[in-house]
Structure formats: structure tokens, C-alpha cells
């Protein structure tokens, strides 16, 4: 067994293809199809279905296509650990970021970035929480930008800062006058959350107390805070909404803002990675810049 094999099985899983993965690989197809059947008789189990288009993995080639990504995952990391002791911080670093932390942080991210010194490629992309997690596990990514607790016995995290929710609220809501509400002056019959996958949904969910009380005629999970915000501005309602994202809203819009007397709803956003991660530079390299 050889990481080339694991990379020719991992390369049959995106393309599900022999001719492509071996293109993708720069090796011939009939060396591609040599090496994986190799590596099946060594481990005595069949990986690929074949004569089936598109291809596909039998149960136990899916345990070994995990294993062979984590593998891969840890020679590049190795990799990248050499450079960064040889040479400093460089290397690819793979990040996520929750999507209702999206339009706050990346932004702000991606100057910091490119404003410091540094010879890091650092990419960046959108993942609900549990889909975060799990990529960190697989090895798709290197960090997570959150707002949830994770499972200390699998990641740590290091907290950057905590942020305050606010109330969303359309002007049709009967609410108490004066510049602070409170969670229990939620009870519009309309109150919109984002969906099941986002964790600011059951952090919002909590901050209601929310409790279906009747049937309604219409419900809908949102994809994004911007969603919400426009849900409210046609349809009435209340939603909650992140502190920093008023900032991105029309100055008619921020008059709908409410915000809770103290002690204010918030919660705590965290930069995750696995326990083991060993790059502790390239983490407080990250963290330093997130808490500016």
C-alpha cells in the first residue's frame, strides 16, 4: 500500500470515473485500474463496483475511502509543518466559517489577511456546524469558525469574542415602548427562524422560548439572515438576527432593531480544530487577526 493507491481511490470518488480520475491523477487509465486492483487483493476486500456507471464504492471501500482521505490529510499536513519550521508560515490552510457569521467575519478576514505578512494559501468556505465538524474529522478542512460548543474530547477551541443577538422586528408587532425588550416580549405568531442545519437556529429557538402554540398556515426555514430580515420587512413577524449583521442593513431597516435588556442573549464565537491539530502558530496566527 502507497499514498499513490489512496490518492487514486479518493481521486475514482470525485470523478467516478477511471478515464477522468486517471487524467486528474496524470497517470494512464489501465495503470490507474492496475494500482487500485493491487491494492484490493492486498487488503482482500473489493473497493469499486465496476461495470456500473457511474461507478461506485462498495460499503467497505466507503470505510476505506474515510481512511485513505484522513491519511492523505496528515502526509499534507506533515508537509505543511516541515515548511512552517523551515521557512515560517506557509502552506495551504483550509477554513470554515458558519453562515450566519459569514458576512461579518469573512470580509474583515480576508483584509487582515492580506494585509499581513505571511506565505499562507487560505481557503475559505460556508458550512453549517455539524457539516463543519465533519469535515474537520475527514480532513477536508483545518479550522472552523463557530458558535457552538463541540466535543472537547474530539476538538479544541479557542473563543474570540462574544457577540449580542438583537430583535428583528416589524413595525406591525405590538411591542413595549423604550429602547430594551426582553425574551418574553417575543410572541408574535410569526416568528422566523433560520433552518434545522444552522446552529443560530437553535440558539434563537432558545432565546424565544419558543413553543408552536397553534397550526399555522404557512412555515419556512430560512437559508440565510438576509432571508429573515426580508421575511419580516413583507410578511411582519420577529426574528432574531447576530448584533454585528445591523451593520449591513438600510437605515430603514436598523429602525426595526430592538434591543434586550441586560442580561443580553449572545453567544460565543470560537476558532475549532481538532485536539491533536499541531500547527499552534498558524492558530494564534488566526486568532490574533479574527479578534481585530
Known amino acids: ?11 475514482l470518488n470525485k470523478y467516478r470515473n ?6 486528474a491523477c496524470f497517470v494512464s487509465q489501465p ?7 493491487k491494492l484490493e487483493e492486498e487488503l482482500d476486500i473489493t473497493i469499486i463496483r465496476r461495470g456500473v456507471q457511474p461507478l461506485s464504492f462498495t460499503t467497505e471501500g466507503e470505510l476505506l475511502l474515510q481512511q485513505a482521505k ?4 496528515e502526509q499534507q499536513l506533515m508537509k505543511e509543518i516541515s515548511k512552517e519550521i523551515s521557512k515560517g508560515l506557509e502552506g495551504q490552510i483550509r477554513v470554515s466559517v458558519i453562515p450566519s457569521l459569514a458576512a461579518s467575519v469573512v470580509p474583515a478576514f480576508i483584509h487582515q489577511l492580506e494585509h499581513s505578512e505571511h506565505k499562507l494559501e487560505v481557503k475559505i468556505s460556508e458550512l453549517p456546524t455539524e457539516k ?39 413595525p406591525i408587532e405590538k411591542m413595549p415602548k423604550g429602547k430594551f425588550i426582553q425574551s418574553k416580549h417575543l410572541v408574535s405568531e410569526k416568528l422566523w427562524f433560520l433552518s434545522e442545519e444552522h446552529c443560530f437556529r437553535e440558539q434563537a429557538l432558545e432565546v424565544c422560548s419558543y413553543r408552536k402554540k397553534k397550526k399555522v398556515r404557512v412555515s419556512y ?8 430580515i426580508q421575511l419580516v420587512d413583507l410578511n411582519g413577524g420577529i426574528t432574531l438576527l447576530p ?10 431597516q436598523k429602525a426595526n432593531i430592538r434591543e434586550f435588556a441586560p442580561p443580553t442573549p449572545k453567544r460565543l464565537v470560537q476558532l475549532t480544530t481538532l485536539n ?17
Not at 1 to 11: G, K, P, R, T
Not at 221 to 228: E, M, Q, R, T
Not at 243 to 252: D, P, R, W
Request: no cysteine; aromatic share 10%; net charge negative.
Open 70 to 73: 484522513r491519511i492523505l490529510a
Open 221 to 228: 426555514d430560512a437559508g440565510s439572515l438576509l432571508s429573515l
Open 1 to 11: 500500500m502507497n499514498f499513490q493507491q489512496l490518492e487514486y481511490i479518493v481521486a
Open 243 to 252: 448584533a454585528e449583521s445591523v451593520h449591513f442593513l438600510s437605515t430603514k
Open 132 to 170: 463543519a465538524l465533519q469535515a474537520l474529522q475527514l480532513g477536508d478542512i483545518d479550522m472552523a469558525i463557530l458558535a457552538t460548543e463541540s466535543d472537547s474530547a474530539l476538538f479544541q477551541s479557542e473563543p474570540l469574542y462574544e457577540e449580542d443577538f438583537v430583535a428583528y422586528v416589524s
Open 18 to 23: 477511471f478515464v477522468a480520475a486517471a487524467e
Open 31 to 37: 495503470t490507474l485500474s492496475m494500482m487500485v486492483k
Open 276 to 292: 491533536d491539530y499541531p500547527r499552534e502558530r498558524v492558530i494564534q496566527f488566526f486568532k490574533e487577526l479574527l479578534m481585530v
